[in-house]
């Protein structure tokens, strides 16, 4: 195997990898941080030695000793935490460079992963500097890919994780599974950084590209591992029943110049037939506990009704203008509202919807929210109002900061001043 292509593997490695390597460490140093810094000098040495001595047959093992070793050897200089360093050198014993980890210990390294997710999603961290600490060390992803994935100065991002670690120290925040009376808070935090992540990735706030699928790519995937750490948790696996059938989308979003394709005109036919799969079985799975639903699981449900139309003229308006009133009751919130003016419009006809969209126009929370004047240029278009249409459709073209969405409303504006309605 040839050098180039020992890189490749070792990035591969990292990226399956870092999350459970950094919990492990940091479930024996007890600092998010130090373990990061532990795992990251174990990818260094792999990237030196891998080449020479060939990849080993468990990669992660390898790059979890290799850190405990380097924790030691740290504690040693420091002549501190002597009983810490007695402690590490029984926990690796007689182990092998390449040890063959037994169950009870591949069920430690899951707990010490479900204590990593709890950390780096902790509320005393701004959700943009969660995103990008659970995209280091869950996702394995290097500052300048979660920059370019958030379209922010690569100094940003790093800026935000150095703090991030930093206010965890400060804050004084243990390394662990909270208690039953904070899980439910913390588990929400957790839930709204994958959520937020795979948001930006699915309709990006900024930029030149409709869709960022590395980012969706990775909410899933950690939705998928949280599954695993948390399965008696039914809004987990609301939440992965959500991006699951969102994700099996993808393909049918953009043209091959990259240019949007709104839902009701996707081709159904390249929807993921296994992801939606996926996401029915997670919504029953979510639906199985004797509770009422959470907000991720009743948007998995609605998400459902759209999954389970063949064609869009089947698609079960009416229930989904009930699911969106069921999620407003749920966590109100003026944007679910906008989305149940658009599911009553063709449930009902787009007078009703306009009615509803028009009675948000002076909510405070969607002042510059370009969606707010998209669904009103909609609305009017359909009814007629092509003057005013394009009002709002102009209106939300300048609001946005997406250039492919800016492109597209600027366009249905066009269509609005000949006089048609628009044809995108």
Request: charged fraction near 25%; charge should be negative.
């Amino acid at each position: 195997m040839g050098n180039e292509q020992v890189h490749r593997t070792v990035e591969a490695v990292w990226r399956i990898e870092a999350g459970r390597v950094i919990a492990a460490l940091a479930g024996v140093v007890r600092d998010v941080g130090w373990a990061e810094e532990l795992a990251q000098d174990a990818l260094v040495a792999a990237l030196e030695q891998w080449p020479r001595d060939g990849v080993p047959a468990n990669p992660g093992a390898w790059l979890t000793t290799v850190g405990k070793r380097r924790a030691i050897d740290a504690l040693r200089r420091r002549t501190l935490l002597e009983r810490r360093v007695a402690d590490l050198g029984r926990d690796l014993g007689d182990e092998q460079f390449l040890p063959d980890f037994d169950a009870a210990f591949e069920e430690r390294i899951d707990d010490d992963l479900l204590r990593l997710v709890f950390t780096a999603c902790h509320p005393v961290l701004s959700p943009q500097a969660r995103a990008a600490l659970t995209l280091r060390m869950l996702g394995g992803l290097k500052t300048d890919e979660i920059a370019r994935a958030f379209l922010v100065p690569e100094t940003t991002v790093a800026q935000r994780i150095t703090r991030a670690k930093k206010t965890l120290a400060d804050a004084g925040v243990p390394f662990e599974v909270p208690s039953v009376e904070e899980r439910g808070e913390r588990l929400a935090s957790v839930l709204e950084v994958i959520y937020l992540i795979f948001n930006e990735g699915y309709s990006a706030t900024a930029g030149d590209d409709w869709m960022r699928p590395a980012l969706c790519a990775e909410a899933l995937r950690l939705a998928r591992v949280l599954q695993g750490l948390m399965p008696a948790e039914p809004e987990v696996h609301g939440l992965a029943a959500l991006l699951e059938i969102q994700a099996s989308r993808t393909a049918a979003r953009i043209d091959p110049e990259g240019e949007p394709i709104l839902l009701l005109e996707q081709d159904r036919g390249r929807w993921d037939q296994l992801l939606i799969r996926r996401g029915l079985a997670a919504l029953d799975q979510a639906r199985a506990a004797d509770i009422p639903a959470g907000p991720y699981t009743l948007q998995a449900e609605i998400a459902a009704c759209h999954a389970r139309a063949r064609t869009p003229q089947e698609t079960d308006w009416a229930r989904i203008a009930a699911g969106y009133a069921e999620l407003a009751r749920v966590v109100p919130s003026p944007v679910v509202e906008l989305n149940r003016a658009v599911a009553v419009s063709f449930a009902d006809g787009p007078a009703a919807g306009l009615d509803l969209a028009r009675a948000l126009a002076d909510e405070p929370a969607l002042a510059g929210y370009h969606l707010l004047s998209s669904v009103l240029g909609d609305l009017l278009a359909k009814l007629g109002r092509y003057d005013e249409a394009r009002v709002e459709f102009d209106r939300a073209a300048h609001l946005t900061g997406n250039e492919r969405e800016r492109a597209l409303l600027f366009a249905r504006a066009a269509d609005c001043a000949r006089g048609v309605a628009p044809t995108r």
